[in-house]
């Protein structure tokens, strides 16, 4: 006897799918697009930020990985999925607020000035807030890992039109961050 997968009804299934590969990769483009951002806020730093949110967002990737592949039989999938979602939600939520938080000025600062701010001009705040910027960075890369093997792990049960919608949200998360990323630089350049 063949086994048949079920219908999916409605496309119900692959739609989620899809949605669940636009959070897989979401994270990842919106805190790469944001580097010019974090180049203002964080001037002292601004020829290396882009290396450093980098390497904090995709270092946890190997750890993930071993612990996935250790406990992750343990987890439910949808608790894995649903959990590490909202944990994104949630760090991508709150990375572009903690220099305003942790009142990191530099930004204004190099604005009124209208010069690069030295070493020496650098406020604890601002260095506060660019390693909890940092730290959060590896937190929401550390969620988006495990969302992303979770969500694999998923789709490779099921027939492979659903791995497919997964690449598929991918791509759509870099078009939605794209679009968004066009509009706020044609509004802030307004300004």
Same mark, same amino acid.
């Given at each position: 006897l063949k086994d048949e997968p079920p219908k999916d009804?409605?496309?119900?299934?692959? /739609?989620?799918?899809? %949605?669940?590969?636009?959070?897989?990769? %979401?994270?990842? !483009? @919106? *805190? /790469?697009? @944001? *580097? =010019?951002?974090?180049?203002?806020?964080?001037s002292f730093v601004a020829a290396n930020i882009e290396t450093y949110i980098s390497a904090a967002f995709t270092t946890p990737c190997v750890f993930v990985l071993v612990i996935m592949l250790k406990y992750g039989s343990k987890i439910s999938p949808t608790k894995r999925i649903v959990g590490t979602l909202v944990f994104c939600a949630v760090g991508l939520a709150l990375l572009p607020v903690v220099p305003l938080i942790l009142s990191c000025d530099s930004c204004m600062y190099n604005q009124q000035s209208n010069r690069t701010a030295s070493m020496d001009d650098v406020t604890g705040e601002c260095w506060a807030s660019l390693a909890v910027t940092l730290v959060l960075c590896f937190a *929401?890369? %550390?969620?988006?890992?495990?969302?992303? #093997?979770?969500?694999?792990?998923?789709?490779? /049960? #099921?027939?492979? *039109?659903?791995?497919?919608?997964?690449?598929?949200? !991918?791509?759509? =998360?870099?078009?939605?961050?794209l679009v968004l990323s066009i509009g706020t630089t044609a509004i802030y350049q307004c300004n």
């Open positions: 009804k409605g496309m119900g299934v692959y /739609i989620s799918m899809i %949605l669940i590969g636009v959070g897989c990769l %979401l994270p990842w !483009n @919106a *805190v /790469i697009t @944001a *580097v =010019a951002y974090y180049s203002a806020v964080y *929401v890369g %550390l969620s988006a890992n495990a969302l992303q #093997f979770s969500s694999y792990g998923l789709g490779g /049960i #099921f027939p492979a *039109v659903y791995t497919q919608a997964l690449m598929a949200g !991918n791509g759509v =998360a870099g078009v939605i961050i």
